[in-house]
């Protein structure tokens, strides 16, 4: 089994900055790509950022130049730096690792999401 966990959310006023973790752990083999969603409410869930084993990222459009993720391999993190947050950055941001289990199961494992509110 394979847990996913989110930290570092929370409120922040526009033009601020946090930084999101994400770790997976347990019966791991290897991850494959590593990334980040949001939702927010009324919105279906959308693609942020996505970072592969190799480092190679790619970003939404209304990202890019404000966020950073990057990863450490050795941990199995995955980090969201955010800068320059506006209001409509507030959502639940979701982590996933794209997971080859030691059983040689491969899916997409989930964290519970952590709330990014921005407001003045």
């Known amino acids: 089994q394979v847990h996913v966990v989110e930290s570092g959310g929370g409120l922040v006023q526009p033009g601020g900055s946090l930084r999101l973790s994400c770790a997976a752990s347990?019966?791991?083999?290897?991850?494959?790509?590593m990334g980040w969603y949001r939702q927010a409410p009324g919105k279906n869930r959308e693609l942020v950022a996505v970072?592969?084993?190799?480092?190679?990222?790619n970003y939404a459009d209304s990202v890019k130049g404000r966020f950073t993720i990057s990863r450490d391999n050795a941990k199995n993190t995955v980090y969201l730096q955010m800068n320059s947050l506006k209001f409509e950055d507030t959502a639940v941001y979701y982590c996933y690792a794209d997971v080859l289990t030691d059983s040689l199961h491969r899916y997409d494992a989930w964290g519970q999401g952590t709330q990014v509110t921005v407001s003045s």
């Open positions: 970072i592969t084993t190799g480092a190679s990222t």
């Open positions: 347990g019966s791991i083999f290897s991850i494959n790509n």
